[in-house]
Every structure is written in structure tokens, then in C-alpha cells.
């Protein structure tokens, strides 16, 4: 039996959706999140939108003024949340493996349901079933999602980012070594920007460059490196992880003394978001969701969170979310005893955003 994998991703889901569920919206650049005119940011937006640079984690206000026409919904996470769940019974019809990525997106082991003499026939064998899944989300849910199919997890994501929207793409083994060379090098899954940096430096900037690479990676990336040699000929041994094992990320600072000073609050946000994101990098993670808590003098604890679409990894972008949540909030009314930051609804990051980045 031959492996074959497939990553869904759904188009942009959280625009899709306000865009389904009021036909108002249609076609218009729909950016989901707080208005231009609030402190707010961005949770999602519409390919419309993003046309005009928009992009998840970005204030409103900047938002607003790249895009003047954007029309800006407020966010429903419990409709997406819901919805997210009648798409995982789609997905779980087709009697895949399923790990479910994050809200909306998750991988699945199709290799039970292939046949074929050798690995690219079975690949082409689960492209009818690939299919028939996109069109049961378009009819059954009004929403399109993005297929990517190949033998393993690296391959069938970076697949499923190539065509976007509402594509279906395979790579077959055959192939697999000439698909990857000239693409960017950070499509590769663990290439952050740091990691891309580093390689600039030595002229790697695409997967080929990598493949024809004499050198030692070690000496420019560490342990990471012959993994990184692996992922560059788009080999790829990592499993599906099924176990719902809690995954996050969190720090927490409590005062000496009890504190509303703004620029100390703000300061040991600071600090956190740095942290998180010293973490989230080398578990090469971006996180969906950023919490924050407090506790108060009389240990009453309050915690407050926001999730965005496309997941945030960078110090700033966390930081921005957090001293969000405890303005709007107003949850600095009074003195904190503590402070503290989460990340959660971990994923890997997507090639886009670090093209953002
Ligand atoms: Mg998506």
C-alpha cells in the first residue's frame, strides 16, 4: 500500500462565510474584525480585500486605509466554529485519517482508500474522492476549499497553498523534485524567516538552490539540517498526529507589588510576546488564538482571548493582539497582581504569511 495524503485547506473561511450567510457581501471586499475607527484588528479578510494588501493581525485602522471601500463585519467565531465542525463530518465521510490543523484545515490519510500499481497511480487513484469532497462542501456548506494531494504532509500542504482558491492539485512523486525547485525556499515546512535569512546569506532561495546545495546545512541551521536536506527533495516521514494533547503556549508575571502602570503593563506584554514567540519559532509554530489573563488584588482572575485567521508568530503581531484585548477589555480598571499571555490553536504557519512577513 502506497501513502497518499491530502491537505484541505478552506478559502478564506471567515469572509466565506459573512459572504455566504449575507449575499450583500458578495463580491465586496469583506474584512472581518473591529471597524477602521476602533482600536481593533483584523481577524480575517476576503480575497476582495486582500487584494488591497489586507491581512489578519493588521490594525483596522490601517486596514481601512488601504482598503476605503472595505466593508468590515464583525466577527462570529461560534458560527465558524460550527461550521468547522460540519466540514470535519464531510471530511470524515470519505473514511480518512483525519488531523484536523486548525479551524479550518486539517490533513488527511486517504492511503487506505487508494490502488494502483506504484505511488503516483495511487495518488491519481484518490483524486476522484479529493473531488467529490470539495463539491459536498460547495453544495451541502456554500464554501470552496483548496486540495492538495501528494505521498506525505509536506508535499500535500505546500500543494494545497498553490492553488488557491478552490484548487486541486496533486504532486506526484515523479515530479516532486522538479515541483519543489523553484519554489521559495520558505515553503518548506520549519523555514521561518529566520531560517530564510540564513540561507539568503549563502544565495539559497529556492528549494533548488537547497537540492544543488554542496555544502553542510548544519553549519548554517543546526540540528535542522538534514531534515531540511530531506524536505528540500520533498521527503517527509512525519506522521499524522491524532492525540488532541493540549498545545499552547503561555507565560505569566505576577507583580511585586500590584500594578495599573501602563508603561509596565505594557512592558512585560512585551516581554511575553517575545518569549511566545521564541517558542512558537522553534516548535516552528504560529498560533491562531493569543489570551490574555489577569488577577486582581483579590485574586479574582479574568482572561480574555481573540483567534485571527491566519496564525501569528512574530513578537510583534502577539503583542499587538494582547495590548489589544487588555484595552478593549478594559481590564485594567483596576491594580494586577498578575499578567499573563497564552498562545493556542498552534499550527504550522502558512507559506503566504511568511511571503507577508
Ligand atoms: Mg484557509
Redesign the pocket.
Known amino acids: 500500500m502506497y501513502r497518499v495524503i491530502a491537505h484541505l ?5 471567515f469572509a466565506s462565510i459573512e459572504q455566504r450567510d449575507d449575499p450583500a457581501l458578495r463580491g465586496k471586499p469583506v474584512i472581518v474584525g473591529a471597524p477602521p475607527t476602533q482600536r481593533g484588528v483584523v481577524c480575517a479578510a476576503s480575497y476582495e480585500a486582500r487584494k488591497f494588501g489586507v491581512r489578519s493581525a493588521m490594525p483596522s485602522a490601517t486596514a481601512g486605509r488601504l482598503c476605503p471601500k472595505g466593508v468590515f463585519v464583525r466577527p462570529r467565531m461560534d458560527r465558524y466554529k460550527e461550521e468547522s465542525g460540519f466540514i470535519l463530518k464531510i471530511m470524515a465521510d470519505t473514511g480518512a485519517v483525519i488531523e484536523p490543523m486548525s479551524i ?2 486539517a490533513y488527511l490519510d486517504l492511503s487506505a482508500r487508494c490502488h494502483g500499481e506504484d505511488a503516483d497511480a495511487s495518488l491519481l487513484s484518490c483524486v476522484p474522492i479529493a473531488r467529490q469532497l470539495k463539491e459536498r462542501i460547495r453544495s451541502e456548506r456554500g464554501l470552496t476549499a483548496t486540495v492538495g494531494i501528494a505521498s506525505n504532509k509536506l508535499l500535500a500542504k505546500i500543494a494545497s497553498d498553490f492553488e488557491k482558491p478552490d484548487g486541486l492539485t496533486v504532486v506526484s512523486e515523479r515530479d516532486k523534485v522538479q515541483f519543489l525547485r523553484p519554489l521559495p525556499a520558505r515553503v518548506l515546512y520549519g523555514v521561518g524567516r529566520v531560517t530564510e535569512q540564513v540561507l539568503l546569506r549563502v544565495g539559497i532561495r529556492t528549494v533548488g538552490d537547497l537540492q544543488d546545495y554542496s555544502g553542510d546545512l548544519r553549519a548554517l541551521v543546526g540540528s535542522f539540517g538534514p531534515k531540511l536536506k530531506q524536505f528540500a527533495v520533498g521527503e517527509d516521514d512525519r506522521p499524522l498526529e491524532l492525540g488532541d494533547e493540549v498545545k499552547s503556549i503561555s507565560g505569566e508575571e505576577t507583580f511585586l507589588q500590584d500594578t495599573e502602570d501602563r508603561g509596565v503593563l505594557r512592558a512585560c506584554l512585551r516581554e511575553q510576546a517575545a518569549e511566545i514567540a521564541a517558542k512558537l519559532k522553534r516548535r516552528r509554530l504560529a498560533a491562531h488564538t493569543i489570551q490574555v489573563k489577569v488577577r486582581y488584588g483579590d485574586f479574582t482572575t479574568l482572561t480574555r482571548q481573540l483567534t485571527v ?1 491566519e496564525p501569528v508568530s512574530e513578537p510583534k503581531d502577539i503583542y499587538r493582539l494582547a495590548c489589544f484585548l487588555l484595552g478593549r477589555q478594559r481590564l485594567v480598571s483596576r491594580p494586577l497582581r498578575l499578567l499573563g499571555l497564552s498562545a493556542s490553536n498552534l499550527r504550522e504557519p502558512t507559506a503566504q504569511q511568511l511571503t507577508f512577513w
Open positions: 485547506d478552506m478559502d478564506a473561511f479550518d484545515e485567521e
